[in-house]
Nanobody
């Protein structure tokens, strides 16, 4: 069983930055692929980025060059550094853990409660 708790969301102006964190419980954290998804009002949950076990990252085309996912296995934490934020990045961001990489939300076993990111002037 893995429990995930996100933090770091908030209100930011266009062009600004935020760093999301996801703290995971459990001794097998390092074995999981960790991902971030987001869901805007009226839209489906979409893949943002994933960091694989043991190495490797994948970012959605919509965030490539602006967002960076990383993990610290000594702290059981995964991060999402978000730069050059745009209004269209506004959404609830969810941390997730699964056995292997996929861009499909159904492929992940564990989910956090989500953290709101709002990009607005």
């Amino acid at each position: 069983q893995v429990q995930l708790v996100e933090s770091g969301g908030g209100l930011v102006q266009p062009g600004g930055s935020l760093r999301l964190s996801c703290a995971a419980s459990g001794r097998t954290f390092s074995r999981y692929t960790m991902g971030w998804f987001r869901q805007a009002p009226g839209k489906e949950r979409e893949f943002v980025a994933a960091v694989l076990s043991p190495v490797g990252t994948v970012h959605a085309d919509s965030v490539k060059g602006r967002f960076t996912i990383s993990r610290d296995n000594t702290k059981n934490t995964v991060y999402l550094q978000m730069n050059s934020l745009r209004a269209e990045d506004t959404a609830v961001y969810y941390c997730t853990a699964g056995p292997s990489f996929t861009k499909a939300a159904t492929g992940y076993e564990y989910w956090g409660q989500g953290t709101q990111v709002t990009v607005s002037s």
